[in-house]
Each structure stands twice: as C-alpha cells, then as structure tokens.
C-alpha cells in the first residue's frame, strides 16, 4: 500500500523559488504529491500527519564527495555505517567517491558499490568512477561504459592527474557523452612534502607549507584544457581567493565550469593547526583568513556552487602520529548541514541559497532530479531546527571515524529528520 504523509506546519525552504515561509508538503510514496499552504480542511484521511512544529523542511541535502570506504576499507567505514552518518546529518544522496580498494575503475566495480548499497544503505548512493585506471593518471578509463553501468560522474578522488594530454583526453572523450569530470587541483610538484598551508604558522610550526598556487597553477590549466575541449568540468574543492577568482572568471567567459568546497573551508583557518592538531590536516590544506573570507564571498555570490562533506574517514592509527606522518582528511556526513547553517547565522547567505549550495546545485551539475520542493519531485526532505544550541559530539557519530576538526564546536541547529524516497531514514531522539 502506497504511504501518504502529510508534513504540517513547516517553514518551507526553497531554493528553486527562493521560497522561506510557512506552509505544508504532502507525499505519496516516494514523491511530493504537493506544496503550500494546504491543509486548512485538514490532512487526507489515512495519511501519516507529521508535525513539523515551525521548523524548516527544505529538500534533502546532495553530497557530491564521499568516501565510504567498503570496498577494502571497512575498517575506517562502511557503507551502513557512512549512509547512518549521512541521514543523521541531513544528507539523502551521496555521491560515493572511487578511492577504495580495489579502485573503482571497472563496470564490475560499480555494480558491486549498487549491489551492496541495495542491501546497507540508507540512504541514496551514486557511485562515482575514476577517471584513470588504479587512479593511475596515465590510462584513461571506460567512461562511457562505466557511465551506462550507473557512474554519475568521474574522479581520481584526491589525486590530481598530472599528464595535461591525459586531462585533455578524458574531458574531450567524456564530453562525447555528457559526462562530468571531477579533478582535484593540487600540483605535487609544488605540494612536495607539505603538510599544512605554507606561511608563517607553517614555519613556527617547523612544518613544510603547501603553497596556495600550488592549486591555482593546476586550476588555470584545467580551465584551459576544459575550454578546449568543451568538456564539463567540476573542481573538486577549492580552497584560495586566487582560485576563487580563476572559477568567477572561467564562468564570466561561459564555460562548463563549476566548482565545489569543503565546510572546513569556510568555517576554519590554518590557525586550527593549533599545536599540531591532526584533525586539522586536510587536502587541500586549510588555508588563511583572507582566503577563508574569499571562499565565504565565492558562496555568497553564486561562484561557488557546491558545499560537499569531502567525507574521508581515518582511524586513530591514522592520525595519532605526528603531524607531518599523519593522514590527510576529516569526517563530515554529519555536521554538514549543521556547519551550513553558520553561514546563516552570521549573517553571510540567506537560508534559500544556503540550501541551494547543499541541494540545487550538486543537483543540477549532476543531472538529478532532486534538490527542489515541488510536485512530482523525489521526496527526499530534512527537517531541522534552525536555532537548538548544541555541541558537536564526534564520539557520538555514527560513522566507524571521528576525525573531526569540528569536534566540542558549539553550533546552532540540528537535524531532527531525514527522509528518502517518501521514507524516515533517520529520526532525533
């Protein structure tokens, strides 16, 4: 029997609209049936009445970059325990990046990745495809096969390719299929042994800096090579005012051109680094104030047009060693929406384009139907309190890793559910 819930007494949000009033969705199944102000006779006879109780309901969040680590990584994370995570931080679709072991770089590969989501997940899960085989940067994959398997889009996760013709190849042949290369823009030639953003902290740390151009040199030549070829081209994670300024321009100019950040790189400096904070080590690193401000501006102004998780789980054997030994990466599935929502508070995006960075726009670089409240879309909702103080609880996460530089941060919201395809995923005690 197909469910119908009705979900009253709502603060709408928006994105496509810009809408951020009150109002109702219904959903039959798993899709909304219908918005708006609609149940002034009373909710359908037989429906499951949801009292929203005045919070906002706004489409699901979308997760472009997520590592779920199964295949071969299961001890850092699985794909029950990193869809949990998701739903418990208001995400409904995930993309799942292809850095495990083995690689997914074969047809084989993603069906195993659908197979097993069917049966672990809770949440929507997208596998997504390397763009060289074994993340090599030599060997192209098959990228319309791996396509038509179900890969919705194709990146070598955190390794950049370093080979311009094999960029040029792979964005030149997935533009015969409308495919989405995914690149993360950071030349190892300049990263050398960095560890952390280079620059006075870095050298009274006594640690080796990465040098901002060290990802601008490598985005101009993307840019360059995606004109060429009229490729579509998504940088992964942007993290400098100067690549800011490289995206704004390429966009000026009306090229495929889009581009994504992580919530650490908007809400944290290199002054987190602190004294040697592990959880603090991410690539690319988090960088200045002035860049940090630049990327916050980026958001505000529509360069930027996706907030991901970057979700890269590690065990404390991972990163209970020196700073310079230690794995790069931080949890993030569940305190995306939460670390969103400064944005808000401190005044910098309204909630409608706060929500559109973590829906409509992964939504439409991937081609998906979600990311908007309106009839006949998927229903795929969250629902949180936009202003309950509270502090972030890594050991309480869901996921298997709590490497979180957020850790013990006071925040204000919090998700209270997560639904997909017209179903609770995940509910607040």
Same mark, same amino acid.
């Given at each position: 029997?197909?469910?119908?819930?009705?979900?009253?007494?709502?603060?709408?949000?928006?994105?496509?609209?810009?809408?951020?009033?009150? !109002?109702?969705?219904?959903?039959?199944?798993?899709?909304?049936?219908?918005?708006?102000? *609609?149940?002034?006779?009373?909710?359908?006879?037989?429906?499951?009445?949801?009292?929203?109780? !005045?919070?906002?309901?706004?489409?699901?969040?979308?997760?472009?970059?997520?590592?779920?680590?199964?295949?071969?990584?299961?001890?850092?994370?699985?794909?029950?325990?990193?869809?949990?995570?998701?739903?418990?931080?208001?995400?409904?679709?995930?993309?799942?990046?292809?850095?495990?072991?083995?690689?997914?770089?074969?047809?084989?590969?993603?069906?195993?990745?659908?197979?097993?989501?069917?049966?672990?997940?809770?949440?929507?899960?997208?596998?997504?495809?390397?763009?060289?085989?074994?993340?090599?940067?030599?060997?192209?994959?098959?990228?319309? *096969?791996?396509?038509?398997?179900?890969?919705?889009?194709?990146?070598?996760?955190?390794?950049?390719?370093?080979?311009?013709?094999?960029?040029?190849?792979?964005?030149?042949?997935?533009?015969?299929?409308?495919?989405?290369?995914?690149?993360?823009?950071?030349?190892?030639?300049?990263?050398?042994?960095?560890?952390?953003?280079?620059?006075?902290?870095?050298?009274?740390?006594?640690?080796? !800096?990465?040098?901002?151009?060290?990802?601008?040199?490598?985005?101009?030549?993307?840019?360059?090579?995606?004109?060429?070829?009229?490729?579509?081209?998504?940088?992964?994670?942007?993290?400098?005012?100067?690549?800011?300024?490289?995206?704004?321009?390429?966009?000026?100019?009306?090229?495929?051109?889009?581009?994504?950040?992580?919530?650490?790189?908007?809400?944290?400096?290199?002054?987190?680094?602190?004294?040697?904070?592990?959880?603090?080590?991410?690539?690319?690193?988090?960088?200045?104030?002035?860049?940090?401000?630049?990327?916050?501006? !980026?958001?505000?102004?529509?360069?930027?047009?996706?907030?991901?998780?970057?979700?890269?789980?590690?065990?404390?054997?991972?990163?209970?060693?020196?700073?310079?030994?230690?794995?790069?990466?931080?949890?993030?599935?569940?305190?995306?929406?939460?670390?969103? *929502?400064?944005?808000?508070?401190?005044?910098?995006?309204?909630?409608?384009?706060?929500?559109?960075?973590?829906?409509?726009?992964?939504?439409?670089?991937?081609?998906?139907?979600?990311?908007?409240?309106?009839?006949?879309?998927?229903?795929?909702?969250?629902?949180?309190?936009?202003?309950?103080?509270?502090?972030?609880?890594?050991?309480?996460?869901?996921?298997?890793?709590?490497?979180?530089?957020?850790?013990?941060?006071?925040?204000?919201?919090?998700?209270?559910?997560?639904?997909?395809?017209?179903?609770?995923?995940?509910?607040?005690?």
């Amino acid at each position: 029997m197909t469910k119908t819930v009705a979900y009253t007494n709502a603060r709408l949000i928006d994105p496509v609209s810009g809408t951020d009033g009150p !109002g109702d969705v219904l959903t039959i199944g798993d899709t909304i049936a219908d918005v708006g102000r *609609l149940f002034g006779d009373g909710t359908p006879e037989d429906s499951t009445v949801v009292d929203c109780g !005045g919070h906002c309901l706004s489409p699901g969040l979308i997760d472009m970059m997520a590592t779920l680590g199964e295949p071969g990584r299961e001890h850092k994370e699985t794909i029950a325990t990193g869809t949990r995570a998701a739903a418990a931080g208001g995400v409904t679709t995930i993309v799942a990046s292809p850095d495990t072991r083995p690689i997914i770089d074969e047809i084989a590969l993603v069906e195993f990745i659908e197979r097993q989501v069917q049966t672990a997940g809770v949440v929507r899960v997208l596998p997504a495809a390397t763009i060289t085989k074994g993340m090599g940067g030599q060997e192209m994959t098959e990228i319309g *096969l791996l396509q038509e398997a179900g890969a919705v889009m194709f990146t070598d996760g955190y390794k950049s390719i370093v080979n311009a013709q094999v960029l040029r190849r792979a964005l030149s042949y997935a533009s015969t299929f409308g495919a989405l290369i995914s690149h993360h823009t950071e030349l190892p030639d300049l990263v050398g042994n960095g560890v952390m953003n280079e620059g006075e902290t870095a050298t009274r740390l006594g640690l080796a !800096g990465i040098p901002n151009v060290a990802e601008t040199i490598m985005l101009e030549r993307d840019i360059r090579i995606a004109e060429v070829t009229g490729g579509r081209y998504h940088a992964a994670s942007i993290s400098t005012a100067e690549s800011v300024e490289v995206i704004r321009r390429a966009k000026d100019k009306g090229l495929k051109v889009t581009c994504g950040v992580a919530p650490y790189h908007f809400a944290l400096n290199e002054n987190e680094v602190g004294h040697y904070r592990t959880f603090a080590k991410v690539s690319p690193p988090l960088r200045r104030e002035g860049d940090r401000e630049a990327i916050v501006a !980026g958001l505000a102004d529509g360069t930027i047009d996706v907030i991901a998780s970057h979700h890269r789980p590690e065990d404390p054997e991972a990163k209970r060693l020196p700073f310079a030994q230690a794995a790069f990466g931080a949890v993030g599935l569940e305190t995306l929406c939460v670390i969103g *929502l400064e944005l808000y508070h401190k005044g910098r995006l309204s909630l409608p384009d706060l929500i559109a960075r973590l829906t409509l726009g992964p939504a439409g670089i991937l081609g998906l139907p979600q990311g908007r409240l309106a009839r006949g879309a998927p229903a795929d909702l969250v629902l949180f309190d936009l202003d309950r103080p509270a502090r972030i609880d890594a050991a309480a996460f869901h996921s298997k890793s709590k490497n979180s530089p957020f850790d013990q941060r006071p925040v204000q919201g919090r998700v209270l559910r997560t639904v997909v395809a017209g179903s609770t995923a995940f509910e607040a005690a």
